[in-house]
């Protein structure tokens, strides 16, 4: 095995040329935490958390550090000659943070912030997510520093190769699974499925969230959006939220974002409040989410939309609006202490990977703001994808009402045993949720004999 570090050579490009087939970047705000932890780094951020739920275990500290660092980091050199005629050189990422329970399994992400600090932090996440929902994985990410909003189809197919060309030898169907993540998609999918089986054979299992015509699942692009109005069910439950009495803000209008707004309005809920990365708007009337995607689709703005009631406003205003449900569906750390004393909302699902800084966790606790984590909120990706891989390696397609039915199991039963032992151990439900992962990759790694 190749498992050659390559230094490399941080270089930022700008390209012209819109991407044709490039999911809209839903980025809203800086990924760094504006607060009292303000010098956490992402990882940090992700470790703080790891390290409450690891008291909650007792756990000794000679086992914390196995978990502490990842079990391997690649890092590649990405050059590639851009439509400017000039030699761009981008550094991708893979980060492999824990395989006791399975193959590791995580998505790439393309961004031009993007670094070994936030795919480490990612990586370990999705340890904890694919433990949390039963999901025989282990957890990765990978990322690219690619201003992907920025680059052409043909630069994006190069970028998405040459990465595969460099990382080929640690990944594999029953070693390391990527998948789409913040502005990768189907497509980038496909590019990767296709270059790993110029050298492997075809292999559709190698990569999930594919086009489906390449044996990607029914349900899996929605799947995110699905997972977290799941959550809404069982958290309006205890909150005693009807739908149709339910205003809903979503701040990142991207995939996640807008499958999600789209399936609240679809439940009877009204959306109030949307961003991306070019603005926010509001209505108190609510937000037709079909129609403001059709107007995004046909190139236009998103604080541009006109609708009843609709009017632009800023994002840090988008956040205080008045409603029952915020869903963050975009960079880390837009929640931090100085915005989370602000929100209104009763109710937080994180539809993005580490959305609320630590200090910003204790705020929204001590205000009674009820918070479903990221690790379970957002798991409805790598569910779907973990059944686009059981699907790949039968050589057999499920109806999509199967994919979602078996969806809601998963999620349903994680939210219930996450509730159960924050309910147990009197914990936040973050803290019970990755306590109740790491247990389970502790028994797993216990089980092989590794620790
Ligand atoms: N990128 C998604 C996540 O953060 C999905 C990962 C996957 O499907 O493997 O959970």
Redesign the pocket.
């Known amino acids: 095995m190749n498992d050659d570090v390559i230094a490399t050579v941080e270089q930022s490009a700008t390209p012209a040329g819109a991407p044709a087939d490039l999911d809209k970047s839903p980025r809203v705000s800086s990924r760094a935490p504006k607060d009292g932890a303000a010098e956490m780094t992402n990882f940090e951020i992700v470790s703080h958390y790891f390290d409450l739920a690891a008291d909650s275990l007792d756990m000794e500290p000679d086992l914390r550090s196995v978990f502490r660092s990842a079990y391997r980091e690649v890092q590649v050199q990405i050059p590639v000659r851009c439509l400017d005629g000039k030699i761009h050189v981008f550094s991708g990422y893979r980060v492999q943070h824990n395989g006791a329970r399975g193959p590791y399994?995580?998505?790439v992400r393309y961004h031009e912030e993007v670094d070994l600090d936030e795919v480490r932090a990612l990586a370990a996440l999705?340890t904890w997510?694919t433990a949390i929902a039963q999901i025989p994985f282990g957890g990765a990410k990978g990322g690219i520093n690619c201003p992907a909003g920025q680059l052409s189809s043909d630069e994006l197919q190069r970028i998405t190769r040459s990465f595969i060309d460099k990382i080929e030898k640690v990944l594999g169907p029953t070693r390391d699974i990527p998948?789409?993540?913040m502005n990768t998609n189907a497509q980038v999918m496909a590019w990767m499925m296709d270059e790993y089986g110029k050298l492997h054979g075809h292999t559709p299992a190698i990569v999930?969230?594919k086009p489906i015509s390449l044996g990607g699942s029914l349900g899996r692009e929605e799947a995110t959006g699905r997972g977290i109005v799941y959550m809404f069910r069982e958290a309006a439950r205890s909150l005693a939220l009807r739908p149709e009495e339910t205003r809903v803000v979503v701040q990142g209008f991207g995939n996640v974002g807008s499958w999600a707004a789209r399936l609240f309005c679809q439940l009877g809920c009204k959306l109030v409040g949307a961003s991306d990365v070019d603005g926010a708007i509001q209505s108190p009337i609510g937000i037709d989410p079909e129609m403001l995607l059709a107007h995004i689709r046909a190139g236009g703005k998103l604080p541009e939309y006109s609708g009843p009631g609709v009017e632009a406003i800023t994002a840090e205003e988008l956040l205080q609006l008045d409603c029952e449900v915020l869903v963050p569906a975009a960079l880390g750390g837009t929640i931090h202490a100085g915005n989370a004393d602000s929100i209104r909302a009763r109710l937080i699902i994180e539809g993005a990977?580490s959305p609320t800084t630590p200090t910003a966790d204790e705020i929204l606790n001590q205000k009674g703001t009820f918070v479903v984590p990221d690790v379970i909120a957002?798991a409805g990706?790598?569910v779907v994808?973990y059944f686009e891989w059981v699907q790949n390696l039968q050589h057999f397609r499920w109806g999509e009402r199967e994919v979602n039915e078996k969806l809601g199991v998963i999620l349903r039963r994680a939210y219930r045993e996450v509730g159960a032992r924050a309910l147990r151990d009197q914990l936040p439900l973050r803290v019970a949720a990755y306590a109740l992962g790491i247990e389970r990759v502790l028994e797993a790694a216990k089980d092989r004999g590794y620790v």
């Open positions: 399994k995580g998505g999705m997510k998948a789409p993540d999930t969230g990977n957002n990706g790598v994808s």
